[in-house]
């Protein structure tokens, strides 16, 4: 099984040339495109061998772990272990009209929460997460103590011509809806200075299903959100559809987003999986809107001791976490919105 990036997607023209090889940090200007625009696109913050290949050496092995369980349960017909990554979870997922997408990520989800719920927390992810170079761009828009918010995910996302369907037809995994990040915590995180990191493991090409971003609206605050299948959604009224550019990346590019930002994906048209992590970060100490999850101190140039440099340490916190929430269930919801609101009518 190739655990390369041409496996199963595009080949990158970029051949790993880093941005910098230590401690410079967003420029001022970049600071400043961040903070007018609502969002930044750093080109090669990531080495894509050195830092992108290792998580999917790992998770190569999360899909094989999976393909065998299924098959010992019958479930599948063979395991496909000649399958390149991409191609081997499409096959998975057609054949068992699932998706899957919880046995690869690394934070549980907001409701039915169980002892052996599916999650993935090994040392390659936990190593991206408090990569020195990120955490130097994140310093420069939050300043130097930097805590790793938990709401944090690995997205697979299949193409639409080969989607996974639930009774009603719906595409199980289609392209993420209009939302703002703020709008999916808590309202006791609204003050705290939330910042996503958006990356792609491979090439993310507009027909792969990039980003795309409505420049220049956080002034607007929190849109009404309405529940959607799958999540929640600003109504199109509410938005400026009109202004929506598409972010296409190379795999070692990043795109910083404000909290506020008006953001969804496209469609994925290609014919392999696209492959994205996004994380989050908050200044240490406030609220970080999911509080039943665990976060950590990612870098404190204050209290270094604080810092959390342990990987089996990070994956006992989400255990821990998942046993207690699984015995004792959250009494309300993640996330604020009832459809209630005449604009969801």
Not at 85 to 98: K, M, N, V
Not at 169 to 198: C, F, K, M, Y
Not at 254 to 262: Q, Y
């Amino acid at each position: 099984m190739t655990s390369t990036p041409t496996a199963g997607a595009p080949p990158s023209s970029r051949l790993g040339c880093p941005r910098t090889e230590g401690g410079a940090g967003l420029t001022s200007a970049e600071g400043e495109r961040f903070h007018n625009e609502g969002y930044l696109v750093v080109p090669g913050l990531f080495d894509p061998q050195a830092d992108l290949d290792p998580i999917i050496e790992e998770y190569d092995g999360v899909l094989d772990r999976l393909a065998t369980e299924l098959l010992a349960k019958g479930e599948i017909r063979s395991s496909y272990p000649e399958l390149n990554f991409s191609e081997r979870l499409i096959r998975i997922s057609q054949e068992t009209q699932r998706l899957h997408s919880q046995a690869f990520d690394f934070s549980l989800p907001q409701k039915n929460i169980r002892a052996d719920t599916p999650i993935w927390v090994g040392p390659a992810v936990f190593k991206i997460i408090r990569h020195p170079r990120l955490l130097d761009a994140v310093e420069s828009l939050l300043g130097p103590e930097i805590y790793s918010n938990p709401v944090q995910h690995v997205r697979l996302k299949l193409p639409e011509n080969r989607a996974v369907f639930d009774p009603q037809g719906r595409n199980l995994d289609g392209a993420t809806v209009w939302h703002q990040d703020n709008g999916v915590i808590l309202p006791e995180a609204d003050s705290t200075n939330i910042l996503t990191i958006w990356f792609p493991l491979w090439d993310v090409p507009i027909e792969s299903g990039c980003l795309q971003v409505i420049p220049r609206n956080t002034a607007r605050g929190l849109r009404d959100h309405c529940p959607v299948h799958g999540g929640v959604s600003i109504p199109d009224p509410l938005l400026e559809l009109d202004q929506a550019i598409p972010i296409p990346l190379q795999r070692g590019d990043a795109l910083f987003m404000h909290r506020l930002t008006c953001h969804a994906s496209l469609p994925n048209r290609s014919d392999s999986v696209r492959w994205s992590f996004d994380l989050r970060y908050n200044p240490i100490g406030q609220a970080t809107g999911r509080g039943a999850f665990p976060g950590f101190v990612a870098r404190s140039r204050a209290r270094p001791e604080t810092e959390l440099h342990d990987a089996e340490r990070w994956a006992e916190l989400w255990h821990e976490a998942r046993q207690m929430l699984a015995q004792q269930p959250v009494l309300r919801p993640f996330n604020r919105w009832d459809g209630k609101n005449p604009t969801c009518a």
